[in-house]
């Protein structure tokens, strides 16, 4: 049998385990929270932007040259027809 050292030791190495294992579960299911947050899908079914949000997403893709001011009309003009 050890000394009283050796069972504080042990105690206190255990308890630090048992926290670390509590904490690394708890970040686990934090994260899949996390991830699920403004995630593709919200029950079972896909989320998709608001025409708002396309039009948006369109203009700033026009604003920084990703395409030209002609294409920007034709595929703002398909949104607005939906």
């Known amino acids: ?11 206190r190495w255990s308890r630090t385990v048992a926290v ?7 970040a686990g299911m934090l994260s899949g ?4 947050v403004g995630g593709e899908h ?3 079914k896909s989320v998709h932007p608001t ?6 997403d369109l203009q700033h ?6 395409i030209s001011e002609p294409e920007y ?3 703002k003009q398909r949104i607005l027809d939906r």
């Open 73 to 75: 009309q034709i595929q």
């Open 51 to 56: 025409r708002g949000q396309e039009l948006i």
């Open 1 to 11: 049998m050890g000394s009283w050292k050796d069972v504080i030791m042990k105690n």
């Open 20 to 26: 670390a294992v509590a904490v690394a579960a708890l």
């Open 42 to 44: 919200q029950g079972g």
């Open 33 to 36: 929270c996390a991830w699920s």
């Open 61 to 66: 893709a026009r604003d920084q040259g990703a």
